[in-house]
Every structure is written in structure tokens, then in C-alpha cells.
């Protein structure tokens, strides 16, 4: 069946610019995750959504950074006036259930979207 | 807070010798463990993961890993490296008590395999 993907999968921006990325997470799945991951860097959390709720977004790293996801379904990763040290690529996973004790559940990711500043 | 400390940034085999990756984590509860594996222009797939059930876990593709919590230790080992193996691992720690599974990952091991 169709995993998560995401679009684009390579996205070139100039400092200042406004880009979205988006995520379309397996079909009836309850959670989704945003990541970042730097070059030779393991990824790093930014936002939790449980259907429609964001309910973590603890990791974005600056107000620059907007997510949503309004139907409960696809998301989107808004970064406002990119600057050169958001050049990553962005990871977007998504789980079945709400996760957490006693289950922890698999989440599944897609496959990113290369994001360069230039 | 929990972390994860993936020893070894590269670690190079010869195809058909054991693979061993080292991984040494530090979590506040009884953690969730899991590895990674990332093939280039691919998605992230889940080898195996540790729940707090049997301590040494088998995943796909003929790795497993073993908890150890005296030593705080989750390696993954596989007795006989095949080419197709060559991709980046990462070690992969969560907190089951928190109302959502947030991933922690380390930096990664590369794995190279020669012929």
C-alpha cells in the first residue's frame, strides 16, 4: 500500500523566501511527526500532531517555523524568510495510534524533502 | 531527558564478516529502543525494536540487538554482512510514558561493506 510521502522532494530557496513542504501520511493514521535533520546529524524532533491537534511543538526552532494540519490528514511545514542554517532535510512520519504507554508504535517516514538555502 | 550515543560514526566489514554497531543510551524511565536504517534517497525503516519484553530482539534482514541494562547498552549485530547492507543506522530511543512516542535519535553509523 502507499506509504508517506512528501512533496517536494528537493526544494531550492533563497534567503528570505517563504517555503512549504508538505506531507501526505499514511491513510487513517492518528499521528504525525515533523523532523529535522542536518547534514551527518541523526533527526531531530520539531512538531507532534494527533489528528488535527498539534500538541508538541517544542522542537521548531524559531517562530519562523508554522505546521499544520488542519483536516487531521496532510500537513504542511511552513518556514517563513528561510535563512542558510535551515538547509536540512525535513522528515515527516506518521503512526497509527496516539502512541505513548503501554504501546509504542511504529512510525513510518517518508522520504524527506532536501531543503537548500541558498 | 533521554539521549542516545551512537559510538562509531563509521564502521567498515568486509562482506560475509559479523557487523557489530554500538549504541549506549541514557533515559530517565524504562526505555523504548529501537534502530534505523537509512538507504540513500529513502525513507527511514524500522529494523527492530525493544519494548520491554524479551531482551534480545530479531529484526528484518537478519539483525537483532540486545538490551542490556546493566551496561546501558542496545548494539545491533548481524552474524554475516551482505553489500546490500551498506546504509547509515541509527540508534533510536523513546519514552512510552510521555502521552506520545517523540523519537530521540543518535547521529548515525555509516556501514560500509566491501567486497
Known amino acids: 500500500g502507499a506509504g508517506v510521502s512528501q512533496s517536494p522532494r528537493y526544494k531550492v530557496a533563497k534567503r528570505g523566501q517563504d517555503v512549504a513542504l508538505r506531507c501526505d501520511p499514511i491513510?487513517?493514521?492518528?499521528?504525525l511527526f515533523w523532523y529535522q535533520q542536518a547534514l551527518g546529524q541523526g533527526p531531530e524532533f520539531l512538531t507532534y500532531?494527533?489528528?488535527?491537534?498539534?500538541?508538541?511543538k517544542s522542537g521548531l526552532p524559531s517562530d519562523r517555523f508554522f505546521a499544520e494540519r488542519p483536516e487531521g490528514s496532510v500537513s504542511t511545514l511552513k518556514i517563513q524568510r528561510t535563512q542558510q542554517e535551515d538547509s536540512a532535510v525535513y522528515l515527516c512520519?506518521?503512526?497509527?495510534?496516539?502512541?505513548?504507554?503501554?504501546?509504542?508504535?511504529?512510525?513510518?517516514f517518508g522520504p524527506g524533502t532536501r531543503l537548500t538555502v541558498t | 531527558a533521554q539521549s542516545v550515543t551512537q559510538l562509531d560514526s563509521h564502521v567498515s566489514v568486509s562482506e560475509g564478516t559479523p557487523v557489530l554497531l554500538r549504541c549506549n543510551y541514557s533515559s530517565s524511565y524504562s526505555p523504548s529502543l529501537f534502530w534505523y536504517v537509512q538507504h540513500p534517497n529513502k525513507g527511514l525503516q524500522l529494523l527492530l525494536k525493544y519494548t520491554s519484553a524479551a531482551t534480545l530482539v530479531k529484526g528484518i534482514n537478519g539483525f537483532e540487538a540486545e538490551f542490556k541494562k546493566s551496561e546501558t547498552s542496545f548494539h545491533l549485530t548481524k552474524p554475516s554482512a551482505h553489500m546490500s547492507d551498506a546504509a547509515e543506522y541509527f540508534c533510536?530511543?523513546?519514552?512510552?510514558?510521555?502521552?506520545?512516542?517523540?523519537?530521540?535519535f543518535g547521529k548515525g553509523t555509516m556501514l560500509l561493506v566491501s567486497p
Open positions: 533510536v530511543v523513546s519514552d512510552p510514558n510521555s502521552g506520545y512516542s517523540t523519537l530521540t
Open positions: 491513510s487513517g493514521h492518528v499521528s
Open positions: 512520519a506518521s503512526s497509527l495510534g496516539p502512541g505513548g504507554a503501554p504501546i509504542v508504535d511504529e512510525q513510518y
Open positions: 500532531f494527533q489528528n488535527e491537534a498539534q500538541l508538541d
